[in-house]
């Protein structure tokens, strides 16, 4: 499939994909084609047995992505921003929700739609020159991409409120105190970094992580004992994969475990 804002590739053993957003002269912008290609390009990597794991990432040195496409935002209507706004939370809720990890690679600004992006990928690894915020205030908007409720879950409501409310972007370092990402490498080695915990979540039973992030997700918007029986549910599911009986044979016999996503 051919995009013209994305570039897709896999590394060799076809297991991990890199999605890179590709408009780096607008510090990689989401304008509605490029949203719309997200979707398609993740809808098929949903569907793709082979891929264990996606990374997303943006083109160039100085920005994973700047935020919504300004240019847009300028001339939005009230529906329009609505069905606009409405577009894009699926998009991440469809990263969100797409049964293996996705890692945020956060090569530099992860501004507001970006920051949104991010939040919305299973892991964050951020390059320590990045600077992540929600800066909609400054344009006399709100996020819209599901970043007031995502925050808030990630880092708290009163951490939430100050970057919402004051729209100031904080450092890599401040994102990894509050929790807004797992992990700060040094910029030369984001890819690397990003790789290697790739490569290790590849070799995990895809099954078991396809439930993992389901439980989490989902489980956290149940009352907590609902979200127990939800969590015991997936655990007898798991019980029935040949990956339950493979996992825990080879450690009775001391040997590393093949998993096959059955
Ligand atoms: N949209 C469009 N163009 C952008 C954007 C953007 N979000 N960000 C940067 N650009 C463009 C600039 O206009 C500039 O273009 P040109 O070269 O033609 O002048 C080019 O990218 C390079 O940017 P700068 O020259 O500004 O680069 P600097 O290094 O000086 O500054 C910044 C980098 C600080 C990142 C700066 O570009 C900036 O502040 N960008 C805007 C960040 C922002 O406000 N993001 C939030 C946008 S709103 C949003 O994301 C809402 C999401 C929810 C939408 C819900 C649906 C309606």
Known sequence: MAFDNLLLGRDRDGRVALVTINRPKVLNALNTPTLDELRRALGDLKQDREIRVVIVTGAGE?????????????????ASGRDHALAGQHV???IENLGKPVIAAINGYALGGGCELAMACTLRVAADTAKLG???????LIPGYAGTQRLSRLVGKAKAMEMILTGAPISAAEAERIGLVNRVVPAGELMTAVNTLAAHLAEQAPVAMRYIINAINHGLEM?????EVFEATLFGLVASTDDMREGTRAFLEKRKAEFRGK
């Open 92 to 94: 991440f809720d469809l």
């Open 223 to 227: 009352p907590f004992e609902k979200g």
């Open 134 to 140: 929600q800066p909609e205030i400054n344009l006399g």
């Open 62 to 78: 100085k920005s994973f992505v700047a935020g919504a496409d300004i240019n847009e935002l300028a001339v939005q209507t009230p």
